[in-house]
């Protein structure tokens, strides 16, 4: 294994400053940080693998299984693009994974159980390490190991796969097509990038309060149509630190889907079709899909805020234009050209008011009320209905990030996202690496008495443990801002592992008790 | 002493079996009696037949299920195939309804039916052997399945259906009045929801209905009116042959020692040809052309649409996507260029990008096409095969961004026209033909009509003095077979002109 033997020279290297963690003020912005003797080379080459890593970013969302090419990257991403890159040095990633990770919920959230499950051992996890090489087929049999390699690898991020009828890490020994993915969450991308044609406030990587508004809507939309028609109750939406959210829809009939079946389901909430050239990109037939009604009526409101007020996106004369090859009647456009071109920088609103207003005023010629009314949804939707990423939801083998791992260009917790207070959610505010670890230490600070032990233990991330003993002491993530996330997360499996229970017999129920407590130990 | 009994029976089981009768005895197997046209191919057959009988049946379905999958890839309509299937069906696999009167002693239908169950089983033997073999067996199966499905009355229909018993729940009485409005707006070209009769099913069963958006679904049921019952009765015969061929193909190895019916099976899979890839390896290389990568420029005045969208693209956004940049790469490599040239190719092409960058986001992917690096099964198969038009048509839209696909189906009509006038196809008769063609989804039809209009001249030269024959005249469906005659009719022009 040629990549072990790298990580296992940067682990080492870890482990001699391992007292780091507890400065992590310094960590904040490396290009600042204290160079020690020989150290200074090293990290100047770390420092240019990780912007590297971080321009890969932009596409971190596209991840392409084994089958196809292995990373794809967005157009012209020119230095002028790009915001300032805050890199994620090796030591605050592993201080993360030490004291912050939650292994233990993710664990249970992939075993679906206490007991360890093939459901987790012959899960796929694909590492990207520091020096971003990409290790596939990774798989652990119990939470613990998970940690410990984690921790070893000290990967920059890594993603989760399918389930597999075999251990992944077997998949040399086995003969070639033996090795078959039995299932996996039905998952979905939402990636803002794909927004850039109809966002005026950023482009590339770069979000702000106005276009996150769009995943919301995003969200909103692709979060009702899967409870409401396809029945689907455990829906884990994440934030994936940059730009974009993920869906991960964990009922067991979802995770069992084949890919003609994840196919359908992404057909049929893909709506936004065609490239730069196809014209009119929404043509729904009349009368409109229950989906597509209660969808236009989420997005209703939010185009009138967003599309019109917040992005203004009409204003300019190339997206009016784009507007008017998008209405149905001639006559009509050419009174609307007119008029625009005599008020320019006229706001989106008032031309949006406009087309009703010279509608009306012109009942005699050929247009019709109805086919105006059809158009104006068509557009609605074409502006702010959810464009999906379907080819990772697609297929069963596709690998998409973990939630709580750190984007590493941007330093933030790819945090769940409470998808009943959606509208609440800030995804600029979502805390970042740095100042989590800062937080635990003005925490120990003002509460010296436990805070001696526990920052040399560095065993934050594994809960029970402390319950186990009898004294209840906080862990690291509680001290933080992470709390409300990890808390939410957990309520989320409780509500998974509740329904996989009633699955199963009464008997397994007094095993998986009886480990667990042997467990202890 | 030790004295060895081969045929000693465990004494348990001895009172209840007489080996010898057992051993000679014929089987009693419950005889077949196909009490429908259709056939759900769920019992395998039993009764013997003949070597000839095997081989026969077997290549006369073989001729069906190719001329099936022919009629796919080029893109006919259901009318059309319809139309060329049926001929050949009566010829070759006959299968009367239950209504038609029956002549002779023996009756007619049984031995149609008989032959018809036959055949599939055996061509079932024939192509499990490997995964694309399965695959394509199943999609030609369906595709016949559902031609007959569609030709038989709807009495006999039903008849059939019944006796498959699926799990269909009937909707209810009150249910329909109280969901009809959604049944009517989910449901295209219906006007009111109590002329139909309504099923609930698991939504699984119907992804074609789902995918369309085409049937009203609420908490993981879909409700399917009856006249939807063909996609449904669809993929449950996809599903269970897919199943049953993949049980097939692991019985398959008992076959091996077998000398009589593996010669004729391996006959008989190798029979099917391989349609889908008409490309063969070296195919698209043309002699004596000058291919590297400082020619492409001028090259792609031979390429077809979709390539020379693509590489009007990557010339003006010095950047294409990534499936834009499979498309182009395999085309490149089909044209004859090395992996070393297309590599400096794209280098050149994506201004803007460091050398550090280009390597480590871009280089990889275009060695995997070459085959270069990735697994052994891409590295022994030399990469993937330049895409036919077959499967840029077929694979997925483009989305916001993306430029691959073909732009005959994937771009709006308005736009096409617009890219033909920017490659200097002026000719108003050309323009209407093509925006006919698009119309009635027929691409690679208008794509022929734009590369005879380009080399209408040559074309017209070739055939007078005689050397058409050596170039191929028949329709393209693939971008390379574009190439490389455009690139040889306009030699042949060349060479004439100035002897």
Same mark, same amino acid.
């Given at each position: 294994?040629?990549?072990?033997?790298?990580?296992?020279?940067?682990?080492?290297?870890?482990?001699?400053?391992?007292?780091?963690?507890?400065?992590?003020?310094?960590?904040?912005?490396?290009?600042?940080?204290?160079?020690?003797?020989?150290?200074?080379?090293?990290?100047?080459?770390a420092?240019?693998?990780?912007?590297?890593?971080?321009?890969?970013?932009?596409d971190?969302?596209?991840?392409?299984?084994?089958?196809?090419?292995?990373?794809?990257?967005?157009?012209?991403?020119?230095?002028?693009?790009?915001?300032?890159?805050?890199q994620?040095?090796?030591?605050?990633?592993?201080?993360?994974?030490?004291?912050?990770?939650?292994?233990?919920?993710?664990?249970?959230?992939?075993?679906?159980?206490?007991?360890?499950?093939?459901?987790?051992?012959?899960?796929?996890?694909?590492?990207?390490?520091?020096?971003? #090489?990409y290790?596939?087929y990774?798989?652990?049999?119990?939470?613990?190991?998970?940690?410990?390699?984690?921790l070893r690898?000290?990967?920059?991020?890594?993603?989760?796969?399918?389930?597999?009828?075999?251990?992944?890490?077997?998949?040399?020994?086995?003969g070639?097509?033996q090795?078959k993915?039995?299932?996996?969450e039905?998952?979905?991308?939402?990636?803002?990038?794909?927004?850039?044609?109809?966002?005026?406030?950023?482009?590339?990587?770069n979000?702000?309060?106005?276009?996150?508004?769009f995943?919301?809507?995003?969200?909103?939309?692709?979060?009702? #149509?899967?409870?409401?028609?396809?029945?689907?109750?455990?829906?884990?939406?994440?934030?994936?630190?940059?730009?974009g959210?993920?869906?991960?829809?964990?009922?067991?009939?979802?995770?069992?889907?084949?890919d003609?079946?994840r196919?359908?389901?992404?057909?049929?909430?893909?709506?936004v079709?065609?490239g730069?050239?196809?014209?009119?990109? =929404?043509?729904?037939?009349?009368?409109?899909?229950?989906?597509?009604?209660?969808?236009?009526?989420?997005?209703?409101?939010?185009?009138?805020?967003?599309?019109?007020?917040?992005?203004?996106?009409?204003?300019?004369?190339?997206?009016?234009q784009?507007?008017?090859s998008?209405?149905?009647?001639?006559?009509?456009?050419?009174?609307l050209r007119r008029?625009?071109?005599?008020?320019?920088?006229?706001?989106?609103?008032?031309?949006?008011d406009?087309?009703?207003?010279l509608?009306?005023?012109?009942k005699?010629?050929?247009?019709?009320?109805?086919?105006?009314?059809?158009?104006?949804?068509?557009?609605?939707?074409?502006?702010?209905y959810?464009?999906?990423?379907?080819?990772?939801?697609k297929?069963?083998?596709?690998?998409?990030?973990?939630?709580?791992?750190?984007?590493?260009?941007?330093?933030? =917790?790819?945090?769940?996202?409470? =998808?009943?207070?959606?509208?609440?959610?800030?995804?600029?505010?979502?805390?970042?690496?740095?100042?989590?670890?800062?937080?635990?230490d003005?925490?120990?600070?003002?509460?010296?008495s436990?805070?001696?032990?526990?920052?040399?233990?560095?065993e934050?991330?594994?809960?029970?443990?402390?319950?186990?003993?009898?004294?209840?002491?906080?862990?690291?993530?509680?001290?933080?801002?992470l709390?409300?996330?990890i808390?939410?997360?957990?309520?989320?499996?409780?509500?998974l592992?509740?329904?996989?229970?009633?699955?199963?017999?009464?008997?397994?129920d007094e095993t998986?008790?009886?480990?667990?407590e042997?467990?202890?130990? | 002493?030790?004295?060895q009994?081969?045929?000693?029976?465990?004494?348990?089981?001895?009172?209840?079996?007489?080996?010898k009768?057992?051993?000679?005895?014929?089987?009693s197997?419950?005889?077949?009696?196909?009490?429908?046209?259709?056939?759900?191919?769920?019992?395998?057959?039993?009764?013997?037949?003949?070597?000839?009988?095997?081989?026969?049946?077997?290549?006369?379905?073989?001729?069906?299920?190719?001329?099936?999958?022919?009629?796919?890839?080029?893109n006919? +309509?259901?009318?059309?195939?319809?139309?060329h299937?049926?001929?050949?069906?009566q010829?070759?696999?006959?299968?009367?309804?239950?209504?038609?009167?029956?002549?002779?002693?023996v009756?007619?239908?049984?031995?149609?039916?008989?032959?018809?169950?036959?055949?599939?089983f055996?061509?079932?033997l024939?192509?499990?052997?490997?995964e694309?073999?399965?695959?394509r067996?199943?999609?030609a199966?369906?595709?016949?399945?559902?031609?007959?499905?569609?030709e038989?009355?709807?009495?006999?229909r039903?008849?059939?259906?019944?006796?498959?018993?699926l799990?269909?729940?009937?909707? @209810?009485?009150?249910?329909?009045?109280?969901?009809a409005?959604n049944?009517v707006?989910?449901?295209?070209?219906?006007?009111r929801?109590?002329?139909?009769?309504?099923?609930?099913?698991?939504?699984?069963?119907?992804?074609?209905?789902?995918?369309?958006?085409?049937?009203?679904?609420?908490?993981?049921?879909?409700?399917?009116?009856?006249?939807?019952?063909?996609?449904?009765?669809?993929?449950?015969?996809?599903?269970?042959?897919?199943?049953?061929?993949e049980?097939?193909?692991?019985?398959?190895p008992?076959?091996?020692?077998?000398?009589?019916? @593996?010669?004729?099976?391996?006959?008989?899979?190798?029979?099917?040809?391989s349609a889908?890839?008409?490309?063969?390896?070296?195919?698209?290389?043309?002699?004596? #052309?000058?291919?590297?990568a400082?020619?492409?420029?001028h090259?792609?005045?031979?390429?077809?649409?979709?390539?020379?969208?693509?590489?009007?693209?990557?010339?003006?956004?010095?950047?294409?996507?990534?499936?834009?940049?499979?498309?182009?790469?395999?085309?490149?490599?089909?044209?004859?260029l090395?992996?070393?040239?297309?590599?400096?190719?794209?280098?050149?092409?994506?201004?803007?990008?460091?050398?550090?960058?280009?390597?480590?986001?871009?280089?990889y992917?275009?060695?995997?096409?070459?085959?270069?690096?990735?697994?052994?099964?891409?590295?022994?198969?030399?990469?993937y095969p330049?895409y036919?038009?077959?499967?840029?048509?077929?694979?997925?839209?483009?989305?916001?961004?993306?430029?691959?696909?073909?732009?005959y189906?994937?771009?709006?009509?308005?736009?096409?026209?617009?890219?033909?006038?920017?490659?200097?196809?002026?000719?108003?008769?050309?323009?209407?033909?093509v925006?006919?063609?698009?119309?009635? +989804?027929?691409?690679?039809?208008?794509?022929?009509?734009?590369?005879?209009?380009?080399h209408?001249?040559?074309?017209k030269?070739?055939?007078?003095?005689?050397? #058409?024959?050596?170039?191929?005249?028949?329709?393209?469906v693939?971008?390379?077979?574009?190439?490389?005659?455009?690139?040889?009719?306009?030699?042949a022009g060349?060479?004439?002109?100035?002897?």
């Open positions: 294994m040629p990549h072990s033997v790298a990580s296992e020279g940067s682990s080492t290297s870890h482990k001699d400053d391992e007292v780091l963690p507890d400065a992590p003020s310094a960590t904040a912005n490396p290009g600042i940080s204290v160079p020690h003797g020989e150290d200074t080379p090293e990290k100047e080459t420092g240019v693998k990780l912007e590297d890593l971080f321009n890969d970013e932009d971190d969302d596209h991840e392409f299984p084994a089958s196809s090419a292995p990373t794809e990257v967005e157009m012209g991403t020119t230095d002028a693009m790009k915001p300032l890159p805050i994620v040095d090796t030591d605050t990633m592993l201080a993360f994974y030490q004291r912050l990770f939650p292994f233990r919920y993710l664990f249970q959230w992939l075993n679906h159980g206490i007991v360890p499950s093939p459901d987790f051992g012959n899960r796929e996890f694909a590492l990207t390490l520091q020096n971003d #090489a290790l596939r990774q798989s652990y049999p119990t939470a613990d190991l998970f940690r410990k390699d984690i690898m000290n990967p920059s991020r890594f993603e989760i796969g399918p389930v597999y009828n075999r251990n992944p890490r077997d998949r040399k020994t086995l070639s097509g090795l993915p039995l299932s996996k039905l998952v979905f991308d939402i990636d803002l990038t794909d927004y850039d044609d109809i966002r005026s406030c950023c482009e590339k990587a979000i702000c309060g106005k276009c996150w508004v995943v919301t809507m995003a969200i909103k939309v692709v979060d009702a #149509a899967l409870r409401q028609d396809f029945g689907f109750q455990h829906i884990l939406w994440v934030y994936s630190g940059r730009r959210a993920h869906a991960w829809v964990c009922d067991p009939r979802a995770r069992n889907l084949p003609d079946r196919r359908a389901i992404a057909g049929y909430l893909d709506l079709r065609g730069t050239q196809s014209g009119k990109r =929404v043509n729904l037939k009349r009368p409109l899909h229950p989906h597509m009604n209660r969808s236009l009526e989420i997005l209703k409101p939010h185009f009138v805020q967003t599309t019109l007020i917040d992005q203004d996106t009409f204003v300019g004369p190339e997206q009016a784009r507007l008017l998008l209405l149905p009647d001639k006559d009509l456009n050419e009174a008029k625009w071109d005599s008020a320019p920088g006229r706001s989106s609103t008032s031309k949006w406009d087309i009703n207003a509608a009306k005023t012109r005699s010629s050929t247009l019709n009320t109805s086919t105006l009314r059809d158009a104006k949804q068509d557009i609605i939707l074409e502006y702010t959810p464009r999906l990423d379907s080819e990772v939801s297929k069963m083998i596709h690998l998409l990030k973990s939630p709580f791992v750190i984007h590493p260009g941007t330093g933030r =917790v790819c945090v769940p996202i409470d =998808v009943r207070n959606v509208e609440q959610f800030d995804p600029l505010s979502v805390p970042n690496v740095s100042q989590l670890l800062s937080e635990i003005t925490w120990d600070a003002e509460h010296p436990g805070a001696t032990t526990e920052t040399t233990e560095c934050g991330s594994v809960p029970n443990d402390s319950d186990a003993r009898g004294s209840r002491r906080l862990q690291d993530y509680e001290k933080t801002s709390k409300p996330y808390d939410y997360f957990r309520s989320f499996i409780a509500g592992l509740k329904e996989e229970r009633t699955g199963k017999r009464e008997r397994s998986r008790e009886v480990k667990t042997s467990m202890e130990f | 002493m030790i004295r009994e081969f045929h000693r029976i465990d004494p348990k089981r001895r009172a209840n079996l007489n080996y009768k057992q051993q000679f005895a014929t089987p197997f419950k005889q077949q009696d196909y009490p429908h046209r259709l056939n759900f191919y769920d019992i395998p057959p039993t009764a013997e037949i003949t070597l000839e009988q095997f081989e026969q049946w077997a290549i006369d379905r073989l001729k069906i299920l190719a001329e099936i999958e022919a009629c796919s890839y080029r006919k +309509t259901p009318d059309e195939t319809k139309t299937i049926t001929p050949l069906l010829k070759f696999l006959p299968l009367s309804s239950n209504t038609s009167s029956r002549t002779g002693a009756d007619p239908r049984l031995k149609e039916r008989q032959k018809d169950h036959y055949s599939h055996i061509l079932r024939a192509f499990s052997a490997t694309d073999l399965r695959r067996f199943a999609r199966e369906t595709m016949l399945f559902r031609f007959r499905f569609q038989v009355d709807s009495r006999e039903r008849a059939f259906i019944e006796g498959l018993s799990d269909w729940e009937s909707v @209810s009485e009150e249910e329909r009045q109280e969901l409005d049944l707006t989910a449901t295209p070209g219906l006007r929801a109590a002329e139909e009769s309504w099923y609930k099913v698991d939504w699984e069963k119907v992804p074609e209905l789902i995918e369309r958006r085409s049937v009203f679904l609420s908490k993981g049921k879909a409700y399917v009116p009856e006249r939807e019952q063909l996609s449904m009765i669809i993929a449950e015969f996809t599903t269970r042959l897919e199943r049953a061929l049980l097939t193909s692991r019985a398959l008992r076959l091996d020692e077998d000398d009589r019916l @593996s010669p004729i099976l391996n006959h008989l899979s190798k029979n099917f040809g889908e890839s008409v490309y063969s390896e070296g195919e698209g290389f043309v002699d004596g #052309a000058p291919i590297t400082s020619s492409i420029d090259l792609s005045q031979h390429f077809p649409l979709c390539m020379r969208s693509l590489h009007t693209t990557l010339r003006k956004n010095n950047h294409l996507k990534h499936y834009g940049r499979l498309q182009y790469t395999l085309f490149l490599k089909g044209i004859g090395s992996l070393e040239e297309c590599i400096l190719f794209w280098r050149q092409s994506f201004k803007g990008f460091t050398d550090d960058e280009f390597n480590s986001r871009y280089k992917n275009i060695r995997h096409s070459y085959g270069d690096v990735g697994g052994d099964v891409n590295r022994r198969g030399r990469g330049p036919s038009c077959q499967k840029i048509l077929n694979d997925s839209n483009p989305g916001v961004g993306q430029t691959h696909g073909c732009p189906r994937h771009y709006s009509a308005e736009n096409l026209i617009g890219l033909l006038q920017s490659t200097g196809v002026h000719d108003k008769d050309v323009l209407r033909g925006r006919e063609d698009v119309e009635k +989804t027929r691409y690679h039809i208008a794509c022929n009509r734009v590369f005879e209009w380009a209408k001249a040559e074309i030269r070739a055939k007078e003095d005689g050397s #058409a024959s050596a170039i191929d005249l028949d329709t393209i693939h971008p390379n077979t574009y190439f490389k005659r455009s690139y040889l009719l306009k030699q060349k060479s004439q002109r100035n002897p």
